[in-house]
């Protein structure tokens, strides 16, 4: 499969996340931190999803989980937590299931620090994973 200059190509050194359950749910979502000097945002987001034909499959962000590839489902979850100065808002979701896989996901990370009284700071990084299929652990004899 030749890609075009839309598609994404993960990288060989993608971290490998082994699906051994039936499937593995990935949670996204803002984290919200802070104090009398400031306060801290961290957040997950989902970039890319590829399927194990290398096709890149956009994600469907309804309340209810929807198959966007075979075995791959995606949905938004809605709300919040809150515990004193913490605060955790709900964000997108992935289900990837064991036959689905290989799966690549591109993940970005942001990190937002706001200062009340100095100049704030903040970062991103985008990351690769690899959820791949478990081997299995039945051993036959005959």
Not at 18 to 23: G, I, K, L, Q, Y
Request: aromatic residues 12%.
């Amino acid at each position: 499969m030749q890609p075009n200059d839309k598609e994404k190509i993960p990288p060989d050194e993608a971290e490998l996340i082994s699906v051994a359950e039936d499937f593995v749910e990935i949670a996204c979502g803002i984290d919200y931190h802070g104090n009398e000097n400031g306060y801290v945002r961290d957040a997950k987001v989902i970039l890319t999803i590829i399927d194990k034909y290398g096709r890149t499959v956009p994600g469907l962000w309804g309340k209810e989980w929807a198959e966007i590839a075979p075995g791959i489902q995606t949905r938004r979850e809605e709300g919040s937590t809150r515990s004193g100065s913490f605060e955790h808002a709900e964000g997108e979701e992935i289900r990837i299931y064991r036959l689905a896989c290989p799966v690549y996901v591109q993940f970005r990370y942001l990190y937002e620090y706001n200062s009340y009284e100095y100049e704030g700071s903040s970062y991103s990084r985008d990351e690769w994973i690899r959820y791949e299929a478990a081997a299995s652990d039945s051993k036959q004899t005959g």
